[in-house]
């Protein structure tokens, strides 16, 4: 796990089901064009909450499938039901995923959660073969202790953590692990100072690898290159060059509509967007303008 990985949104066509060619060709654009090393599948990004485990499990099929060995693939498997959690990562271990990523559950009336989240994630261990992620992330109502993930990460099949947390705990896990697992966070803006200052070589991940570039412009491998190579000097003033794109993604994006952005914006950059299922939102015709504005004065190469 190495370089920059992207969380997929999922396509879908306008009576809602799954656009799987729109979503076959936005993998090759990502992986052909644009030099992702590696796909998160069916995380929040793709709305997994509003897909059914068979609809899971199909998506699981066509991401590997289509990176056939080009990428790696990171499947999320993750539910409230511990059943539905390990029969989604079986079927992710079968079909050919690279990993599987595996959110904190949502824990009422429990403070004291250390033990309880070592044996969750040991049960997962206990029972497959293939590489886990843990994620942790607000959502879950709590943040997972740096302690905690350390001793989790003792487990033989933990290769990496998705820590969405405030930066002085993520290097405070770094600085506790080492090289044992992977930490990384899915803040572009803070990726190139990860890399710089803490050694990090994941980027795990979200959208930015394909909503910061393009097909001729390819700011953001760039500037990880650079930074993988040491010079520093040369990556922020490529990482800088990408601040008016960020600044049109920021003012332009409405508040609560993450996802219908995101693939609006797809759309203007050529690749496949559509509609959002519920209950997310979907965009108004004056929220696309303002979007589209943004898009047109934002310096990316098309």
Known sequence: MRGIWAAALNPFNQDLSLNEAGLRANIRHWIDDLDIKGLFIAG???????MSVEERKRNFEI????????????????DQNF?????????????????????????????????????????????????????????????????????????????AIKYSVPREMYVRLTQMVGDKIQVSTSSEDEWL???EELGWRLYLCSSPPYHLQTRNDKRMDEYTRLAF??????????CDSLDP???????????????????YWQEL?????????????????????????AFE???LKL
């Open 229 to 238: 190579a040491g010079k520093f000097d040369e990556a922020h003033r490529v």
């Open 44 to 50: 929040k990004q793709g709305e997994f909450f509003s």
């Open 83 to 159: 059943d539905t959690v390990f029969n989604l990562a079986l079927h992710a271990q079968n079909c050919g995923a690279d990993y599987i990523v595996v959110h904190a559950p949502v824990l009422s009336f429990v403070h004291e959660r250390g033990e309880l989240l070592y044996q969750y994630y040991k049960s997962l261990c206990d029972r497959l073969d293939i590489g886990i992620a843990m994620w942790s992330h607000p959502d879950s109502g709590y943040l997972m202790q740096p302690e905690e993930c350390a001793r989790i990460a003792e487990l033989p099949n933990i290769v």
């Open 297 to 299: 004065t934002c310096g």
């Open 193 to 195: 100072d990860n890399i």
């Open 63 to 78: 991401a590997v499938d289509e990176c056939d060995g080009k990428a790696g693939v990171i499947i999320s498997v993750s």
């Open 269 to 293: 950059l050529g690749q496949v967007g559509g509609y959002v299922r519920p209950p997310m939102l979907a965009l108004s015709d004056s929220e696309k303008g303002a979007i589209r504005d």
């Open 245 to 263: 794109v960020r600044d049109a993604i920021k003012r332009s994006r409405p508040a609560d509509k993450s996802q219908a952005f995101g693939k």
